[in-house]
C-alpha cells in the first residue's frame, strides 16, 4: 500500500563520500519534492520537479543535486556530505495543477542520514 | 515569502479531553492554502486537515477542526476526543496556490503528548 516509498530508511556516510537516496512513488503524481528535516526544525524544501523541469530552491547549496529518470522516481545526491548535512530527507510527491486536491503532497517515511 | 510559527513546542492532554495546537502564518499572497501534517513517530507525514484560504467556513474531519481566522493569520487546530493514536508531532504549513507544485512552508512542530 505504500505509495511514496524512501530507500534506504538509514543512510550512513563519511564526510565527503557522496551518497544517494533514493524515492518511488506509485501514484502516477507529476510533482515530486525533497525536503530537508534537520532535528528540531521545520523541513525546509530543497527542491522539486514539475514534470521534467526541475526547480531549485534559492539557498539550496550547490552540494545537493537531483535527478528525475522517470516519472516514478526521483533521487537525491550529496556530492560532498559535511556533518551538517545530517538530516531527514523527506520526498513527497502533488498532483498539478492544483485542482480539487490543491495543494495536498504525499510524504514517504523519510530516510535519516548519518554523517561520520 | 512566507513563514509559518508553531509557538506550542510540546502539548499534553489526556485522554478523551480536547485540545487545541496554535499556528500563526505569514504571506504576501492573497490565494493560499494552510495545512495540519501529523508525523508519527517514525513514520510518514499524512496530512491531517486543508483550508482554502477563499473559503470562510472552517475546514473539519470528525474529531480535527480548524479554526481559520484569517486577518489574524491565524490556523489553530482542535482535536477532540483525543486518542492515543493522536500521539505525533504536528506541523502547520503553508502553500501558495498560485503556482500549483509549489514547496510547503512547515512550522517547527508541536509535538503532541496523550496522557492515558
Known amino acids: 500500500d505504500a505509495m511514496v516509498i524512501q530507500n534506504p530508511r538509514y543512510q550512513v556516510t563519511q564526510f565527503g563520500k557522496p551518497v544517494t537516496l533514493s524515492c518511488s512513488q506509485t501514484?502516477?503524481?507529476?510533482?515530486m519534492y525533497w525536503y530537508q528535516q534537520k532535528s528540531s526544525q521545520a523541513p525546509k524544501l530543497l527542491f522539486h520537479y514539475y514534470d521534467k523541469d526541475f526547480n531549485n530552491e534559492a539557498d539550496t547549496p550547490d552540494n545537493f543535486q537531483s535527478r528525475r529518470p522517470n516519472t516514478s522516481f526521483c533521487f537525491l545526491d550529496i556530492r560532498s556530505p559535511g556533518l551538517g548535512d545530517a538530516a531527514m530527507y523527506l520526498c513527497?510527491?502533488?498532483?498539478?495543477?492544483?485542482?480539487?486536491?490543491?495543494?495536498?503532497?504525499?510524504f514517504g517515511a523519510g530516510t535519516r542520514l548519518s554523517v561520520l | 515569502a512566507q513563514t509559518v510559527t508553531q509557538s506550542q513546542p510540546e502539548m499534553s492532554v489526556q485522554e478523551a479531553e480536547t485540545v487545541t495546537l496554535s499556528c500563526t502564518y505569514d504571506?504576501?499572497?492573497?490565494?493560499?492554502?494552510l495545512f495540519w501534517y501529523k508525523q508519527p513517530p517514525s513514520r510518514q507525514m499524512i496530512l491531517v486537515i486543508r483550508?482554502?484560504?477563499?473559503?470562510?467556513q472552517n475546514a473539519t474531519e470528525n474529531r480535527f477542526s480548524v479554526n481559520f481566522q484569517k486577518a489574524a493569520k491565524s490556523f489553530s487546530l482542535k482535536i477532540s476526543d483525543s486518542q492515543l493514536g493522536d500521539a505525533a508531532m504536528y506541523f502547520c504549513?503553508?502553500?501558495?496556490?498560485?503556482?500549483?507544485?509549489?514547496?510547503?512552508?512547515f512550522g517547527k512542530g508541536t509535538h503532541l503528548i496523550i496522557q492515558p
Open positions: 501514484l502516477n503524481h507529476n510533482v
Open positions: 504571506t504576501s499572497e492573497s490565494d493560499y492554502y
Open positions: 504549513a503553508s502553500m501558495y496556490s498560485g503556482g500549483g507544485a509549489d514547496g510547503l512552508t
Open positions: 513527497a510527491t502533488s498532483s498539478a495543477p492544483a485542482g480539487v486536491l490543491g495543494g495536498i503532497q504525499y
Open positions: 483550508q482554502e484560504a477563499y473559503k470562510q
